[in-house]
């Protein structure tokens, strides 16, 4: 029976062969028209990472100088763009730290070399001014600084200079975050609460709300309002994980271990942040789109399904 | 009835605040007189204004967090921060006298401006540098990152350093790396101790020293 439904298929397929082309066409136009430019970067490569970007006391004195500060300043304290371009409590320098300088944590002399690249989502060469602005829409949960805008001409500006005797098109050791190896235990959500609550808590606060001093955040939110939304890279587990080994807590890098560094990202991830801007009004169909990857998007997590982001 | 219920209330609101003006007056008699079980005078060592004594390692007391003053005198009882001078003190004082000490020390609004350093200007911009940038290719995040710009402290955790005694700063920095001091939240501190210089350490005391605190 299944061999004559084949067959079937197989002679219907045959017949309309030009018509599935076309169908399959249409299909690939709708997907590139969501944009995702969150998608996963390749490994980066191993070695320790080498590069040195150059220092701040040698940005000229000159109207490309002033670009490159401009785009320095918007980095650390991007809340000066909210309202603007910035719709929740963050700041680029949260995720790449030391001003987007740190190896192993997504340096920007590590991403403009590898950039324009084509990516296969939407089906066509992306600018680095694209993936920045993507930034914006998702990490940022605001919308892109326009093409031309002197905010994204600053921040392209930083990126350059900051990659300043780097190959272009060479991936270097440190770039991104370092893949986390899978552990033997699943990211545990519960096991992560408790490592959560000894280790992240005394800056993130005890319900991931960050800290404030006069009105700034001195500690970022994680989830929430004020954090990334649902289509920014970190809310995916192995992201968070990765970054999280790597990175935290400020000044102990590599102190979790991996398991740990797995099931806290399980943890952070595990609650509600602002929607996907991607989303429609169906999760489901959204999750289906832009959600098969290692994340709670859509999930039911203690009796809530996720993803229908704060309000 | 009526009557007696709100004579009830007067007297209860009477109470709360003798006892709030008791607790900063016990504040301010073991601060200026200690207590008769072997506290000493605070301000004996630690300045009339709680400003500390530079040159000595007695650091300033006056506009940090009552919470973090408290955690400090309870662990100097412990074997988390060993001090020979603070033991002792900290062991005569009961959980009250604690309270109320932090609290009395912690009101003292003083703008304290940075000292003078005589640290030499490259010291002073190495310093600068370490608060403000950290050294990350050593896993030094700034110092600001953690204790607020401008080193004015964050919440109950990390204090401020904005005015503190330049040779205090030092001393701690070396207890942690030695393990005198480990009573940090987490050994954040540790670790950035273990990873300073030691003209590190000296430049970011003396930097530190001479920032003016702002209060939060």
């Not at chain 1, 066409?25 to 150059?54: C, S, W």
């Not at chain 1, 789109?289 to 009796?303: L, N, P, R, S």
């Not at chain 2, 490259?122 to 110092?143: I, Q």
């Not at chain 2, 942690?176 to 350490?201: C, F, Y």
Request: proline share 5%; net charge positive; charged share 20%.
């Amino acid at each position: 029976m299944f061999t004559k439904m084949f067959t079937k298929i197989k002679n219907i397929k045959m017949l309309t062969g030009s018509g599935f082309i076309m169908l399959a066409l249409a299909l690939t136009n709708v997907t590139a028209a969501e944009k995702d430019y969150q998608v996963e970067l390749p490994t980066a490569p191993k070695g320790v990472a080498t590069f040195v970007p150059p220092s701040e006391k040698d940005i000229p004195k000159n109207a490309f100088g002033e670009a490159v500060r401009y785009g320095m300043s918007l980095f650390n304290n991007t809340q000066q763009l909210r309202g603007k371009y910035v719709g929740n409590d963050l700041n680029c320098v949260n995720c790449h730290l030391d001003n987007g300088k740190q190896a192993d944590s997504a340096p920007l002399w590590g991403a403009y070399p590898m950039y324009p690249a084509y990516r296969k989502k939407n089906d066509r060469v992306n600018t680095i001014d694209e993936r920045i602005q993507g930034c914006f829409t998702y990490s940022m949960n605001g919308s892109p600084p326009p093409f031309g805008s002197k905010e994204l001409t600053a921040l392209v500006t930083y990126h350059y200079w900051l990659s300043t005797g780097a190959r272009i098109g060479k991936a270097l050791p440190g770039r991104g975050y370092p893949r986390l190896a899978k552990t033997k235990n699943k990211p545990s959500v519960s096991r992560g609460k408790k490592i959560f609550s000894a280790n992240c808590a005394i800056c993130h606060g005890a319900k991931g709300q960050g800290t404030k001093v006069n009105g700034n955040y001195a500690f970022p939110p994680l989830w929430g309002k004020g954090s990334f939304n649902w289509g920014a890279g970190m809310h995916r587990v192995n992201t968070a994980a990765s970054f999280i080994k790597a990175n935290m807590p400020l000044g102990k890098p590599n102190s979790l271990t991996d398991q740990e560094a797995w099931d806290v990202a399980a943890f952070m991830n595990s609650h509600e942040r602002p929607g996907d801007p991607r989303d429609k009004g169906d999760i489901t169909q959204t999750a289906k789109t832009f959600h098969k990857h290692q994340c709670f998007y859509g999930q039911k997590v203690d009796g809530k399904r996720l993803g229908n982001g704060t309000k | 009835m009526l009557k007696l219920k709100y004579r009830t209330t007067l007297l209860t609101m009477l109470m709360v605040f003798t006892h709030i003006a008791m607790g900063s007056d016990l504040g301010k008699t073991l601060a200026t007189q200690g207590n008769s079980k072997g506290a000493t005078a605070c301000i004996a060592c630690h300045g009339v204004d709680g400003s500390g004594l530079a040159g000595a390692g007695f650091p300033r007391l006056a506009g940090l967090n009552p919470a973090y003053l408290e955690k400090q005198l309870h662990d100097f009882t412990k074997a988390s921060r060993t001090n020979p001078m603070m033991s002792p003190i900290a062991s005569a004082l009961s959980e009250k006298e604690i309270k109320a000490v932090a609290d009395y020390f912690s009101k003292i609004k003083l703008t304290i401006p940075g000292s003078k350093s005589t640290a030499n200007n490259k010291l002073m911009d190495e310093g600068k540098r370490l608060a403000e940038n950290g050294n990350w290719s050593n896993d030094v995040p700034a110092c600001f990152a953690c204790h607020g710009v401008g080193a004015s402290g964050i919440g109950d955790h990390f204090p401020a350093l904005a005015g503190q005694q330049a040779d205090y700063i030092e001393q701690q920095i070396l207890s942690w790396r030695n393990g005198q001091r480990h009573n940090d939240p987490n050994q954040l501190m540790k670790g950035v101790a273990m990873r300073l210089s030691e003209t590190e350490i000296k430049a970011v005391s003396a930097y530190l020293a001479s920032l003016t605190m702002v209060e939060n």
